[in-house]
């Protein structure tokens, strides 16, 4: 039921249209806050219940401290869901499952639909197979669909059957491009009760890049697909008051640098600072020379910097924006009025109170990449030939490095330091100098630079530290068309001096939108791209998330064999070891005119400041500078082609698809027919035997421990990632269904189906189960035969044995952003607690959602410290008094030895809001919104 304590509750004209709003300054202290918290302030106003959501959490926000820790627990509910194919699968085939359920219970299936606008965007699928030639493009769709078809079908079912889900089809775009240049609506409208209630648009979606729509004012952030689910159904998301940096912007990008050397000089300063868990807000009179393009690219690299967001507040550049890329004018319109009336709008001449202040002159910035595998390691260019020569000794044997003339000049510029360091890593100043670096031993290396004949029979030299991919991908830049015309013009530029790129180095083009094809077209600048090798590839995430592709068998083959350290540069936002290509060891972050230019360069090892690129016909050395794109050129091209008409015609029908995406065979009905044939997507057993009420909760008795895990064990140990190898549970079972082992996909790819995903859940290879001494990956010890195996297998004989599992953890357990499948993987092998030092955050509640209790050690105390090593049998009372409609602080949990001495504790229920309880109560999230609605229909 809504509250309106404050009356807040009022109208806002907009040409002739009325609007419901919840005025701000309806609260005293609202007005100082930042932008962000503002539109947190209004969310609870707007959705303020009494319960969940009380008049206590608005006055917490009006009388916010900047400086104190965050304490206070909010309930905040996104207007929208934004998902990509990869992460939001699940959540349909969750949705799929409760319309059954709902029809088992007697209600409407149809009754099944996102409470909130959900679209997904697939772009997580394409891989960058065929590249460098006019078919590359068709090509890689054509492998999308046939290893894809299923998921697809499913998808394409999804978006005829339920109300407020869309879904864009693959080869539009990459969904963070796609969100800001069409699904943002930066202020919503909404009709309820007939009446057009507008407020800010927010959102959260299935991916850690959603910040960038931070850049048109639009509160994002990326969570796991059990938030998503609980937002698509109408329920808040949980979360702390967070502190918010203020990021003061002052001066101008000088020439020869880019919006793409500003995000890594501010993904080096935040990590520096230190923003994890907190706002990033972006203020001054800096701010108004700040183009929307390099604000959508500053947001979107939140997570490398660590930040929940990093948002611009809406002015003129915003609206200017929303215009450019056709969206309506009555909606332009409302943008302005809403953020003007609510105090939304930036003023650079008012101040809002921050916790903390970082400052950046952007005339300082100069032209950097990041690497060799992480995103803040910032390297400037200048300095980056004599960086890679200091890094290059952490990836090659440092007893034979000194047989090659190469190796030896490196030996002796830099000195080895500590060959034991197990992690080394270095940081580089405005020159580019190392400050630290060190030498892994390892098995030999050759000597000379190794020779490879190519498939059309050129033969060439490779070596530590070549570029064998430069790929222009990933949604940080290419939704930028000043960086993307400046690599097209930088091209046109190289081709007419005579350069080329060298023949070893795996080429692809993989812009954000079609709208990037169509400026590109009307420039005229394709032909040059093409002729450096950069074809377009496909519409999608591509060499960014690990779908490079292989490189081609010969280079693959003496990387391997010769074991040599080489490397890729690519426009993206990550650049983690071995999530590129496994062939490469060392990885590049770029702006896209730089990754033409190391494409044309071929190797690491160079100085683009003193080496020349090649000879121009008449013989004459050309640099980088000679080839690279004054501003004032780049800014001449964007002004005469990238226009509104082309937004306009591009997303005119972004929902329809090509012919491929129509002619699927689609399955017809309220309801989803499963194939029990199909190893992608299979419906879940969340709700088998669920009936209208929910069974009483019990306490736990006799419960065996599945896993004993120390300190930092992340959502990462628990979710299943990355290939399926053959001889795990999941490679068996898919081996058991016919599919043949070319055909495995990722966990990614089959994040639909619960019975490849549970045999994943607790097996990565790094997970350290202190049940078994040295032993890691996901294995256990089945106390039920004494023998070491699968913690997938030794769950599946405890639970046909009727035995409730636990896990133990230490402090942080459940840190990490692979959230969903971490608390399903959980509950499905039959884990009923995890008792832990303490949780992250959303783990915890996500573990709740679920139906899994979330118990934390007495304060000062582990099990350790309590004597408890794993191999007790467990019991937990207390937890019944849920039944009665109270939370207990504490529960019992009582652990007996085989010896039959027990030990006992109070340990902590992590239950600490009504709606968890709720929860809880009714078996999981899934469950307490499929019997509210039941009740609601009947």
Known sequence: MSVDSFGARSTLTVGEQDYEIYRLDAVEGLERLPYSLKILAENLLRTEDGANVTADHVRALATWNPEADPDTEIQFTPARVVMQDFTGVPCIVDLATMREAMADLGGDPTKINPLAPAELVIDHSVVVDSFGNAQSFARNVELEYERNGERYQFLRWGQTAFDDFKVVPPGTGIVHQVNVEYLARTVMTREKDGVTVAYPDSCVGTDSHTPMVNGLGVLGWGVGGIEAEAAMLGQPISMLIPKVVGFKLSGEIPDGATATDVVLTITEKLRDHGVVGKFVEFYGEGVAAVPLANRATIGNMSPEFGSTVSIFPVDDVTLDYLRLTGRDAAQVELVEAYAKTQGLWHDPSREARYSEYVELDLSTVVPSIAGPKRPQDRIALSGAKDQWRADIKNYVNGKSIEKSELDKELMDTFPASDPTSPDPTHHSSEEGRPTHSAVV???GRPSQPVRVTLENGTEVELDHGAVVIAAITSCTNTSNPSVMLGAALLAKNAVEKGLETKPWV???MAPGSQVVTNYYDKAGVWPYLEQLGYHLVGYGCTTCIGNSGPLPEEISAAVNDNDLAVASVLSGNRNFEGRINPDAKMNYLASPPLVVAYGLAG????????????????????????????????????????SQEMFEEDYADVFAGDDRWRELPTPEGDTFEWSEDSTYVRKPPYFEGMGAEPEPVTDISGARVLAKLGDSVTTDHISPAG????????GRYLAEHGVARKDFNSYGSRRGNHEVMIRGTFANIRLRNQLLDGVEGGFTKNFLTGEQESIFDASMAYQEAGIPLVVLGGKEYGSGSSRDWAAKGTTLLGIKAVVAESFERIHRSNLIGMGVLPLQFPEGENAESLGLDGTETFSVTGVTELNEGRTPRTVKVTAEKEGGETVEFDAVLRIDTPGEADYFRNGGILQYVLRTLVKKAA
Do not use: C, H
């Open 723 to 730: 290939a399926i190898k053959p001889d795990s549970p999941a």
């Open 603 to 642: 190797t690491m090892d160079f100085d683009f400041e003193n080496e020349a690129l090649g000879q121009d016909k008449d013989g004459n050395d050309v640099y980088l500078r000679d080839i690279w794109p004054s501003p004032a050129e780049i800014d001449a091209v964007i002004a005469s082609s990238v």
């Open 441 to 443: 031993p390892g098995e």
């Open 506 to 508: 795996k080429t692809s």
